[in-house]
């Protein structure tokens, strides 16, 4: 039998370490250098997540080269009016494909320098890029949970979004509306992102907190995807920061997870060795921290008045005409070709359009008015200077005080049966409806219960 000798053997079969290590090194040398020049290029021209960083926005500082970028090498034409209406677009896929490229470059020049100079910097560069998306994230993420906590994303489910068909609802719009409907769900996601994003502010619990927000973000990701939400790629970006944040934890996860073996911990390391910095940066933190929950009161105490209930919730409810009648003229309800015909009047507390109704004939879009109700004199103050259609912003606020206001008489007949008297658009005006309430809907009715015998 040929035995070759052990030494023959290892060189020949056995891999060697040096190599295997030395790529391992050069790949996490290029990996933490890129993940740098990526988040530099990307968030450092825009704004930072910090509420005292707007200062700093400036949303167009990519569109010449990426319009250029994406015109070369996609063909694709640009309307400078729709670059920001949403993430998802042309211009925005085309700005990350950029900063990739960019990104790429830079690394790849990264490298060559340090291996030119020699120097040996590894540990404490991903220490950094660690530190920095820590904060990053802990701050978007910090925002995020609290518009959810204070139902402030999604918003409260109305008249508008009960009455509409599932069929009329866009992806987007329908995950909008179901998730504005259940205030536990909304509020426990917003929980958790608070929590996942505290975590990521201490050194300790940061390995926790990316669990969390691992988690959290990947659900997102999913429902952004599936339901066409346009902010989807911010989303992805969001949950690979998260990986970034947990790879160096991947070779304990799978020994603990997969193969089932004991594992030290791998802590994540502080930025500064010397402990004269490290009270410095232990005071840049509190800074941070204080200065962002001042930023975040003020920003979600005027955000949670401008979403207050609105002065007249007791008299939300859509109104169903059964009769009408046009200048002492009866018109059929049924005569869907009539041009003055009301249809519905639907007096919502919405979250989108407080103190307002929506009228809605048979032959255009419902408009919405301002009204103010009196119910000792049973009257409605409305104003018909400047109706909106339903969805769209109205950019030209006016004062209100200085817009015509006119009045329609109400009475309620017996329980759900109004009549209403106006002169409206030069037309004298009587409709009789039914009165469906927002607590009339089996949604609105069935909801809360835990024990259903």
């Given at each position: 039998m040929l035995c070759l000798p052990y030494t023959h053997w290892q060189s020949t079969f056995m891999v060697d370490n040096s190599t295997t290590n030395s790529?391992?090194?050069?790949?996490?040398?290029?990996?933490?250098?890129?993940?740098?020049?990526?988040?530099?290029?990307?968030?450092?021209?825009?704004?930072?997540?910090?509420?005292?960083?707007?200062?700093?926005?400036?949303?167009?500082?990519?569109?010449?080269?990426?319009?250029?970028?994406?015109?070369?090498?996609?063909?694709?034409?640009?309307?400078?009016?729709?670059?920001?209406?949403?993430?998802?677009?042309?211009?925005?896929?085309?700005?990350?494909?950029?900063?990739?490229?960019?990104?790429?470059?830079?690394?790849?020049?990264?490298?060559?320098?340090?291996?030119?100079?020699?120097?040996?910097?590894?540990?404490?560069?991903?220490?950094?890029?660690?530190?920095?998306?820590?904060?990053?994230?802990?701050?978007?993420?910090?925002?995020?949970?609290?518009?959810?906590?204070?139902?402030?994303?999604?918003?409260?489910?109305?008249?508008?979004?009960?009455?509409?068909?599932?069929?009329?609802?866009?992806?987007?719009?329908?995950?909008?509306?179901?998730?504005?409907?259940?205030?536990?769900?909304?509020?426990?996601?917003?929980?958790?992102?608070?929590?996942?994003?505290?975590?990521?502010?201490?050194?300790?619990?940061?390995?926790?907190?990316?669990?969390?927000?691992?988690?959290?973000?990947?659900?997102?990701v999913i429902m952004d995807i599936g339901y066409d939400v346009t902010v989807a790629m911010y989303a992805i970006q969001l949950l690979l920061m998260v990986i970034v944040l947990l790879s160096s934890q991947f070779k304990n996860l799978f020994k603990f997870i997969v193969l089932g073996k004991k594992v030290a911990s791998v802590p994540y390391k502080y930025l500064f060795k010397d402990s004269k910095f490290r009270k410095i940066a232990l005071a840049l933190k509190v800074l941070l921290m204080v200065s962002c929950s001042v930023l975040w009161f003020k920003e979600y105490n005027q955000r949670i008045k401008s979403q207050a209930k609105s002065a007249y919730y007791w008299f939300s409810a859509k109104h169903t005409v059964e009769t009408f009648i046009l200048n002492g003229d009866t018109i059929p309800v049924s005569n869907e070709d009539h041009p003055k015909l009301w249809k519905t009047i639907t007096f919502d507390d919405s979250f989108y359009f407080p103190e307002t109704f929506a009228l809605e004939k048979t032959s255009i879009r419902p408009f919405r008015f301002n009204y103010e109700v009196d119910s000792i004199s049973q009257t409605i103050r409305y104003n018909t200077a400047k109706p909106n259609f339903i969805g769209n912003d109205n950019e030209d606020e006016e004062d209100q005080t200085d817009l015509e206001w006119q009045t329609i008489n109400y009475k309620e007949l017996e329980d759900k049966v109004f009549e209403f008297e106006t002169i409206f658009e030069g037309d004298t005006i009587y409709a009789k409806t039914k009165v469906k309430r927002f607590e009339d809907y089996i949604l609105i009715r069935n909801s809360g219960h835990f024990l259903f015998d």
């Open positions: 790529s391992h090194r050069a790949l996490q040398k290029t990996f933490w250098r890129f993940v740098l020049l990526f988040l530099i290029l990307h968030i450092v021209p825009n704004n930072l997540g910090f509420g005292f960083t707007y200062a700093l926005d400036d949303s167009t500082f990519w569109d010449r080269p990426v319009i250029w970028f994406g015109e070369q090498l996609f063909g694709w034409d640009f309307d400078l009016e729709w670059l920001y209406r949403g993430f998802d677009s042309k211009y925005q896929l085309c700005k990350y494909i950029f900063i990739i490229l960019l990104a790429l470059i830079g690394t790849a020049l990264w490298m060559l320098i340090d291996k030119y100079f020699k120097t040996n910097y590894n540990d404490k560069l991903r220490t950094f890029v660690q530190t920095a998306l820590r904060y990053h994230l802990a701050v978007i993420m910090m925002s995020y949970g609290l518009s959810k906590v204070f139902m402030l994303q999604f918003g409260t489910l109305d008249l508008n979004g009960l009455e509409r068909k599932i069929g009329d609802f866009g992806p987007m719009g329908l995950m909008w509306t179901f998730m504005s409907y259940s205030k536990t769900v909304v509020m426990f996601a917003g929980w958790t992102e608070c929590i996942g994003a505290v975590l990521l502010f201490f050194r300790k619990t940061t390995f926790l907190g990316a669990l969390v927000l691992f988690g959290v973000m990947l659900s997102v």
